[in-house]
């Protein structure tokens, strides 16, 4: 059974930085996919990146330039690097992750099912 642990959150100004991470455990080995997720009051959660095992990324379109995932699969841990944040990127932010097989797309947060419990990013103008 994996187990997702975020940490990094907080609260930044417009313009600011935070980088959260992602801790996994439990992973024993085979084909997972990782990603993190973002879900502000009112709204479906939305996939905000993802990182393959060949390091391949994939970003919304929203953060694109600004937000950089890595994974560091050594300490099996993935990393959000959020820089010049906005007001429009106050979320709970969440890790996601799942075995095979590949479904090409990653966005989709029902086809996740292993879950942090989040980390609150709130950005003030």
């Known amino acids: 059974q994996v187990q997702l642990v975020e940490s990094g959150g907080g609260s930044v100004q417009t313009g600011g930085s935070l980088r959260l991470s992602c801790a996994l455990f439990?992973?024993?080995?085979?084909?997972?996919?990782i990603a993190w997720f973002r879900q502000a009051p009112g709204k479906e959660r939305e996939g905000v990146a993802t990182?393959?095992?060949?390091?391949?990324?994939r970003y919304t379109d929203s953060v694109k330039g600004r937000f950089t995932i890595s994974r560091d699969n050594a300490k099996n841990t993935l990393y959000l690097q959020m820089n010049n944040l906005k007001p429009e990127d106050t979320a709970m932010y969440y890790c996601?992750?799942?075995?095979?097989?590949?479904?090409?797309?990653?966005?989709?947060?029902?086809?996740?099912?292993?879950w942090g419990q989040g980390t609150q990013v709130t950005v003030s103008s």
């Open positions: 990182i393959d095992t060949y390091a391949t990324r």
């Open positions: 996601a992750a799942r075995y095979g097989p590949y479904l090409g797309r990653w966005e989709k947060a029902a086809d996740y099912n292993f």
């Open positions: 439990g992973y024993t080995g085979g084909n997972i996919y």
